[in-house]
């Protein structure tokens, strides 16, 4: 009987290769795909909003968003992704949907989206305008502010966008929840729209 | 053109796909073939004010009624559709 | 005065001092046997074809601002019969035919250009649909030929045959299909009816109609008064709701906006008219040089005549990634028609339900093409109460049958059509 | 660098850069400008006068004007592949080594065979096409048109891609300026103190609009200084974006724009990694119209003389460029503006030979001037003038009261008003309004929220158009909620404006219109005579203002003639509908970057890599790359690796990947009645653990969507549609529960990026399966039944879903794994199946496979054919609602005669059988009459060692046996074909229940 490896790949696993990209000099955006994550789509059943509210209180301490907004748990992220329903992103399996389906039991269905999508995260001076090439959304630090979340879409296909903490450079980090069948795609489309400012593309597998 | 959705707030025209006429309710099971064809068929094409359905499809997937002007595509209203965010009714 | 070289020439030594008005300005009369409403393509066509055609000369077309003013005036002027489904093939066809011929029969230079059609695939299973048209067409008696690659690539080296994101595999080619001057389509059935004894009625345009105590329709009122009429028939696509709503009338009719797009003038670049099968974007070349091209419409319900940025830019998307090539062409002009759009994306020619009230409506965006076959089923209609037999199948009621004509499948959603 | 002296150059003023000498070639011609130059600004320094031909009688033709209304000096710019015809000379800036040609000239500029053409003027009036070449018929597409389609057209396209990028942006503001003038500094000004988000677009390269120009004092102090200090000020500002080389160009709805920047375009090519040009979506809340006005000619003959130029322009080169378009030059106006060009001349050292004013009286000011500097005012108009492809020789001119003048002179300034550019103001079809005051329209009904202000609004002092400006920029910013203090308005005087309508002055001789189209007044007047007198008839007959200029120099002279000979006013004759782009604008900007392979995004399956790796054939299907076979070294097409494909499933196992299908997880209370009314049967009596075969209807009653869907837990249904409709059921479904279906407990959610699933099949497939699933679970037909669906261990610990669901007709297997698993499961599949042979295939064999069962598929699935000519209208439950079901029993969609789903193989079973081939009955003729149908679908099965296929076909089911003809002229071949059992295969399916 053979052993199998079941090993993970990332989707952007041969497409990203780390290191600089375009226009050389300090580079203006600096591009991450963060790996490896749990991602629950957790959608309120019928009647049962106020009831999902109460159970993520109690699981993560934060009340869920019920507006677009991307809340910071302890050890999760609460994103907001429509009406009666958010995104749980979080590591190491503590809220993966197995875990989770009992504190949603009575009131929220539960989908694993944690292979449906790749996380990147976009920074750096140039990030507002890079962005600005693909993202309709207006990302003016007054009109998206840190925790402010979008259900839109680049280059016609959906994706979750949130302004996360300010890096420790003081600038803006933007996150990116991409379709993972799309994911190549629109990663060579983010490289076209960042080359002349310079990149820095890495991953972290944690 | 922009839409206001009462979830996401204002988004651009390529985020969102049209449907049509939202007067129209779908006819009960037993209402018969003639009120069917009608619900099918015939649909509001005024030149003026228009309530219409559009899909939230690039955004939060929310399905809205809009009021919009056909010959000066001014938006007046949008409301969700009935089953949009009704986690919150009837609670 | 007849139109020719000679003409023209003789015309030069005097200045051109005795040229004479293209149509006569009529005033209404009170009375017509048949009164159309729309001065364009169609509206004219009719008259003229019930004219010569049916010794029906007591006809009246008006309009409500310049004749061509509507949708014969703002379309991409393309002529072909490439269609697949009983009822359009036969039709399609009876216009081509009359394309070929409407200069001649009209003393009018419409610069029907039959320079090619061809609609390009890029799959097996699009190849495979155009086969099952195309020998639609063969059997109708129609032109069609199925080209391979090497073909297109002979015909059009100039596409982007290097790194497609949707190869081109082929395409089928309608060799009479083209082009024609829009206006010109216009102003030839306007001078040609006009000549007969048409009224052609401008700055007229239909409040209401006049109804007798059965509810038949005996006239129309008007901005320019009331005008008595036998029969009254409207072809006023783009806005066929609105007028059969004055006749307590819903047709099963959206009107949508499509845009078309004209470029620059540039020296001759395309042989013939061509649409990408990948994405929404068609194509030709006028003899003025500039690309006239359109692709889907803005997909809203929309009588503003104008549309907006993401479809212009899908349509330009389209266009260089078939043609890399008109990169640095530039686009000149943007405009945007209002389109019947009917439920089967098909034509409705009826009469009735509304006694005395004659329909010629639902053209979706195949109006143009359509303008000499749809005068001549019209005026057949008009003149003697029965369907061409070209045009029975454009029936009202097909709709509540089943009996729907619908090419794309696409069923009762006209912003698909 | 090379070339010769800047003969037309001033020794000094001006806002061009000395220390920088640019060489330039123009037809092959080496010149030398400036930095700060335009192309036009350029040939002027350099005393070219004749700079292009027109359109129809191939006239010589010069630089009219200096902004992007030029209608005559367009050439084709740079070369190869990145030649740019009509570029007007007088937007294009010069760069060192800029490659410019004349263009519509045969075999050059100075000698064009095609002006051959001004000798048949006589015939070649407007219209004149409309009433000859129609006989013979067939002459016109054989003779008259290909020579008419080469005399006409302007420039060359490249005629190879274009090597430059392009992208898209978007950007939000507060405020949206358009100009940067004197009104739109002030507005920027105003709008910015107030503390609006504030967008400045400016299409020239520097910032000042007519200031640039024409100076003049602003709070006391020189123009120049106040640009700079306001520029500072803005500057500061962090909300201010400045943008110059960017036209506005088009307002759409709710506040969306249309602006185009060129990037790149004042250099050769575009840096590394940079566009060549960018278009904007700007989206704001106001929008603030400064885009100024337009100079406009005045009609006579031989007025499109090289050397005739507009006034304004004239003084554009003077000052702006310090170049000299003349060395004696005169002026011939109609309002007090005019005479600013005489000043600039002046002042700059030219001679004046005469100033030729049509207004009554001339200002005692401007009358000592002229006696002061020597030259002569004449009362009346410039009858015409005389001169060629060098230039203006002499000016005939009609004195007021008769007497006849002659003005020696190299250059003619021409005055006749100025019109506020309406263009971006009427995109919403308002209708400019006419003022009597400047005998010009000006903006009205603009689309909502926007404003026009300063020249653009008719205001044409410099105090008006600051005073405005300031207005109106702080007015928007309070709109859009900006109520900071906005200060005190820039101050300025306004100068005198004083206008007396000329349009036309009557003469012998070709008196143009519109220039670039070769419109005339007399075939304005001609439109009249034939009834085209409605302008938007006198447009088209004529096509006046449908040149490149789009009409900016010639559009209002022309109705105002339309208007004179019909004996209306201007107002009641009314103007054309203005249509965007306000410029005409790179077809490649408004694609960006969606061009070439990123025309579309591409979905790639988690097999992708690896199955690239095995050296398949990937097949675009919708957005998604799909691995279409695996060829193998010696096989010699694709049939045979297909065949091979096959054959390996059928006799043993192999593996595809169907990740595309789309998937959707239905939760809920409701989730089996929700079902039960999308599809035509039955879900709510699905049992945990079970998969069924599902179809759904659009609401007209025919068939939209068919796929496997499993009850994984009894308020949780995974649902599966085809790859083609995975979104457009995603939407359907959505509506059902939002709008149709509000009141049922029903939650869904795409999950179909989340699971690489995989079709196993063959009859070794449960011995592969058993290699990779935990041990403890039961794959036997008892433990793991046909259309089972349940949750399943893999050794190693991975969970899986495993559907018995077989679209082969062999025993099979569908396994989904999270989908980053999906590579790692595909070797795993292939390391477990070795020993059994297992054999990936692809869509082609897949295919195959479903066609020798008679499943339909995308073919048949068209949107036309109803379930019962699929043959499955025996799943339309009666029992309950569904979609679909009133409209599907319609008596058209349930006659005897359709078309309905049939089995189809040729009769010689070496006769390959085609898709798209019509079926006639045998014996007949083939006509519209007995056209019974087609072939859908078609494959060679290696089963049956023939081609097969499955075809929709009148009757088709009560004709099985029957021998047809399948027609096929397209393709040249007709032959027989028996009607047969659309289910090739084991039609009792024995083998996937087993």
């Known amino acids: 009987m053979a052993e199998f490896s079941w090993e993970v790949r990332s989707p952007l696993e041969r497409a990203l290769v780390a290191g600089p990209f375009g226009t050389r000099g300090d580079a203006g955006v600096s591009l991450t795909e963060i790996r490896n994550f749990d991602l629950i789509q957790v959608m309120a059943r019928r009647s049962k909003a106020a009831h999902m509210a109460e159970a993520a209180k109690g699981r993560f301490g934060v009340p869920a968003p019920d507006t677009p907004r991307a809340v910071d748990a302890a050890d999760a992220t609460l994103i907001w992704s429509g009406p009666d329903q958010f995104l749980v992103l979080s590591k190491s399996g503590k809220h993966a949907i197995e875990a989770l389906g009992q504190a949603f039991a009575a009131s929220a269905s539960l989908s694993d989206q944690s292979h449906a999508r790749v996380l990147i995260s976009v920074s750096g001076t140039k990030a507002r305008t890079m962005l600005a090439k693909l993202s309709s959304i207006d990302l003016h630090p007054d009109a998206f502010s840190i925790g402010a979340a979008a259900a839109t879409s680049i280059d016609h296909t959906s994706v979750t966008l949130w302004r996360g903490t300010d890096g420790p450079d003081g600038q803006a980090v933007f996150n990116l929840l991409v379709l993972a069948t799309f994911a190549e795609s629109l990663w060579h489309t983010m490289l076209d729209a960042a080359a002349e400012y310079g990149v820095a593309i890495a991953h972290s597998e944690a | 053109m922009r839409i206001v959705c009462p979830f996401c707030g204002e988004r651009e025209l390529g985020e969102f796909t049209y449907l049509g006429d939202a007067k129209p309710a779908r006819p009960a099971a037993d209402a018969g073939e003639d009120a069917v064809f009608d619900y099918v068929y015939l649909r509001d094409n005024v030149a003026g004010a228009m309530s219409e359905h559009w899909y939230h499809s690039g955004g939060c997937r929310a399905w809205l009624k809009v009021t919009r002007n056909t010959l000066t595509h001014e938006i007046s209203a949008v409301e969700p559709a009935a089953g949009a965010g009704a986690a919150k009714v009837g609670a | 005065m007849k139109y020719s070289i000679f003409s023209l020439a003789r015309a030069a030594l005097s200045g051109h001092k005795n040229w004479q008005r293209t149509w006569r300005d009529a005033t209404p009369k009170d009375r017509y046997d048949v009164v159309i409403i729309g001065g364009g393509g169609h509206g004219l066509a009719t008259a003229w074809f019930l004219a010569s055609e049916f010794g029906t000369k007591n006809v009246a077309v008006l309009e409500k601002g310049w004749i061509g003013s509507g949708n014969a005036g703002r379309n991409t002027t393309i002529i072909r019969s490439n269609y697949g489904l009983p009822g359009n093939t036969g039709f399609y066809e009876l216009s081509m035919k009359l394309w070929e011929r409407m200069e001649q029969d009209l003393n009018y230079n419409t610069m029907v250009s039959q320079r090619g059609v061809i609609n390009l695939y890029h799959s097996d299973a699009q190849r495979d649909a155009y086969a099952r048209r195309g020998n639609t067409m063969r059997i109708n008696g129609i032109d069609a030929e199925l080209l391979d690659l090497k073909a297109v690539k002979k015909m059009m080296p100039f596409l982007n045959f290097d790194n497609e994101r949707f190869p081109v595999q082929g395409g089928l080619l309608q060799r009479r299909g083209g082009t024609a001057r829009h206006d010109a389509v216009v102003w030839g059935y306007a001078h040609a009816a006009s000549a007969l004894g048409v009224d052609i009625i401008q700055n007229c345009e239909v409040t209401g109609f006049a109804r007798d105590a059965n509810g038949k329709v005996t006239g129309v009122e008007t901005t320019r008064g009331k005008i008595g009429a036998g029969k009254v028939g409207m072809a006023v696509a783009g806005s066929s709701s609105r007028v059969a709503a004055m006749a307590g009338l819903r047709l099963p009719i959206e009107s949508h906006v499509l845009q078309a797009f004209v470029s620059e003038a540039i020296k001759p670049l395309l042989p013939c008219v061509m649409t990408f099968g990948a994405g929404h974007f068609y194509v030709s070349q006028s003899d003025k040089g500039g690309l006239v091209f359109g692709g889907d419409i803005d997909g809203y319900n929309s009588y503003a005549q104008r549309g907006n940025l993401p479809v212009m830019e899908d349509v330009c998307e389209g266009g260089m990634a078939l043609m890399p090539m008109i990169g640095r062409v530039r686009l000149l002009r943007q405009w945007g028609g209002i389109m019947d759009m009917s439920m089967d994306g098909s034509p409705i020619i009826d009469k009735g339900p509304v006694d005395g009230l004659y329909i010629n409506a639902g053209w979706c965006y195949g109006g143009f093409k359509a303008t000499p076959g749809s005068g001549l089923v019209f005026a057949h209609l008009l003149a003697r109460d029965t369907p061409h037999k070209e045009a029975e199948k454009f029936r009202l009621d097909r709709f509540r049958t089943g009996a729907v004509i619908d090419e794309k499948g696409q069923g009762a959603q006209p912003n698909l059509h | ?948 296929g499955l075809g929709l076909v009148e009757r088709g089911r009560e004709r099985i046996g029957e021998i047809v003809r399948a027609h096929d002229p397209l393709r040249g071949e007709e032959y027989d074909v028996e009607l047969c059992n659309p289910v090739f295969y084991d039609p009792d399916g024995g083998r996937q229940r087993g």
Not at chain 4, 472 to 478: D, E, F, L, N, V
Not at chain 4, 524 to 552: I, N, P, W
Not at chain 4, 757 to 767: L, M, V, W
């Open chain 4, 1 to 948: 660098m090379v070339g010769g002296p800047q003969t037309h150059r001033l020794s000094n003023g001006g806002l061009i850069d000395r220390s920088a000498p640019l060489s330039f070639r123009f037809d092959g011609k080496t010149y030398v400008g400036f930095q700060g130059d335009t192309l036009a600004s350029a040939l002027v320094a350099n005393g070219v006068k004749l700079v292009g031909r027109s359109f129809k009688y191939h006239r010589p033709r010069g630089i009219l004007t200096a902004g992007s209304e030029e209608p005559n000096a367009l050439v084709e710019l740079r070369s190869g592949a990145r030649r740019e015809p009509n570029t007007k000379a007088t937007t294009a800036e010069l760069y060192e080594g800029l490659e410019v040609a004349s263009q519509n000239r045969w075999p050059s500029l100075r000698h064009d065979f095609m002006a051959v053409n001004q000798l048949f003027a006589p015939i070649f009036v407007a219209g004149f096409y409309y009433k000859t070449f129609m006989w013979p018929a067939k002459f016109w597409e054989a003779i008259y048109e290909p020579a008419i389609r080469r005399a006409a057209g302007l420039g060359r396209a490249a005629g190879v891609a274009d090597p430059d990028h392009y992208d898209k942006a978007w950007a939000h503001c507060d405020v949206l300026i358009a100009g940067s003038g004197p009104a739109g500094l002030a507005a920027a000004l105003a709008a910015g103190r107030s503390g609006a988000r504030i967008i400045l677009c400016e299409e020239d390269f520097a910032l000042g609009g007519r200031l640039l120009a024409d100076g003049g004092t602003i709070d006391g102090r020189p123009a120049a200084e106040w640009i700079s200090r306001t520029l500072a000020e803005l500057g500061s500002m962090p909300d201010v974006r400045i943008m110059t080389r960017t036209t506005l160009f088009g307002v759409y709805d709710g506040g969306t724009y249309g602006a185009i920047e060129r990037v790149n375009d004042h250099l050769p090519s575009p840096p590394e990694h940079q566009v060549r040009q960018r278009l904007w979506r700007i989206v704001a809340k106001r929008c603030v119209v400064a885009a100024g006005s337009i100079e406009r000619p005045i009609v006579f003959a031989g007025n499109d003389t090289p050397g005739v130029m507009m006034a304004s322009a004239m003084r554009t080169y003077v000052t702006r460029y310090a170049a000299t378009p003349g060395k004696r030059i005169a002026l011939f106006t109609n309002n007090e503006d005019g005479w600013r060009t005489v000043e600039a001349a002046l002042g700059a050292g030219l001679q004046v030979a005469a100033v030729i004013d049509a207004r009554p009286d001339v200002s005692p000011a401007h009358r000592s001037l002229a006696s002061k500097s020597g030259f002569t005012v004449l009362h009346g108009s410039v009858s015409s003038v005389e001169g060629g492809k060098d230039g203006v020789r002499k000016i005939a001119v009609l004195l007021t009261g008769g007497a006849r003048a002659e003005v020696e002179a190299d250059g003619l300034a021409v005055s006749g008003g100025w019109n506020p550019a309406v263009g971006l103001t009427s995109y919403h079809r308002g209708r400019p309004k006419w003022r009597d005051d400047i005998a010009a329209f000006v903006p009205d009904g603009a689309p909502p929220g926007m404003v026009a202000v300063g020249a653009a609004n008719g205001a044409f002092g410099l105090g008006a158009c600051l005073r405005e400006g300031f207005e109106a920029g702080a007015a928007a910013a309070s709109d859009a909620g900006r109520n900071g203090n906005a200060g005190a308005a820039p101050v300025a005087e306004d100068e005198a404006f004083s206008l007396t309508p000329l349009w036309r002055v009557a003469g012998k001789g070709k008196a143009f219109v519109d220039q670039q189209h070769d419109i005339t007044a007399s075939d304005v007047e001609l439109a009249q005579r034939e009834g085209f007198e409605s302008v938007e008839h006198l447009k088209r007959y004529t096509t006046l203002g449908m040149a490149t200029d789009q009409g900016k120099t010639s559009n209002i002279a022309g109705l105002a003639i339309m208007a004179a000979v019909s004996g209306k006013s201007i107002p009641e004759t009314g103007t054309t509908i203005y249509r965007p782009p306000y410029v005409p604008i790179a077809i490649g900007a408004f694609a960006g970057h969606h061009r070439d392979e990123a025309f579309h995004a591409t979905r790639l399956t988690p097999s992708h890599h690896w199955a690239a790796e095995q050296g398949a054939v990937f097949v675009d299907t919708g957005l998604w790359k799909r691995a279409q076979w695996y060829p193998r070294a010696g096989e010699k097409d694709w049939l045979e690796s297909v065949t091979r494909e096959v054959k390996s499933v059928r006799g043993g196992v192999g593996f595809c990947d169907v990740s595309t299908l789309g998937k959707i997880d239905v939760h809920g209370a409701d989730a089996g009645a929700f079902l039960d009314r999308v599809y035509i049967n039955t879900f709510s009596n699905l049992a945990v653990g079970k998969a069924r075969y599902g179809l759904m209807l659009r609401e007209d009653g025919l068939v939209y969507d068919d796929g496997t869907t499993s009850r994984l837990a009894e308020d949780h249904y995974f649902l599966t549609t085809t790859t083609a409709k995975a979104g457009p059921v995603m939407q359907h479904l959505e509506f059902c529960r939002q709008v149709l279906f509000p009141e049922l407990d029903v939650q869904l959610t795409s999950v179909s990026d989340q699971w690489a699933q995989f079709s196993i099949a063959g009859p070794k497939t449960r011995d592969v399966l058993k290699e990779i699933v935990d041990p403890a679970e039961d794959l036997s037909n008892e433990g793991f039944p046909f259309m089972g669906a349940r949750k399943v261990a893999l050794r190693g610990g991975i969970r899986a879903r495993l559907f018995r669901i077989s679209f082969s007709g062999e025993m099979a297997f569908e396994i989904s794994v999270p989908a980053r698993y999906g590579e790692a499961l595909v070797r795993n599949l292939m390391q477990a199946g070795k020993q059994f042979g297992v054999t990936p295939y692809g869509t082609e064999a897949l295919g195959v496979m479903r066609v020798e069962k008679g499943h339909v598929a995308g073919p048949e699935l068209n949107g036309t054919t109803t379930a019962s000519d699929l043959g499955l209208g025996k799943m339309m439950s009666t029992k309950k609602d569904f979609i679909g079901r009133v409209m599907a029993g319609r008596e058209a969609l349930i006659a005897p005669d359709r078309q309905v789903v049939v089995g189809i193989k040729p009769t010689d079973k070496v006769r390959r059988l085609r898709s798209g081939a019509h079926i006639i009955p045998k014996g007949q003729t083939p006509g519209p009459d007995n056209d019974q149908g087609y072939v859908t679908s078609v494959c060679f099965s290696p089963t049956l060692d023939q081609w097969i």
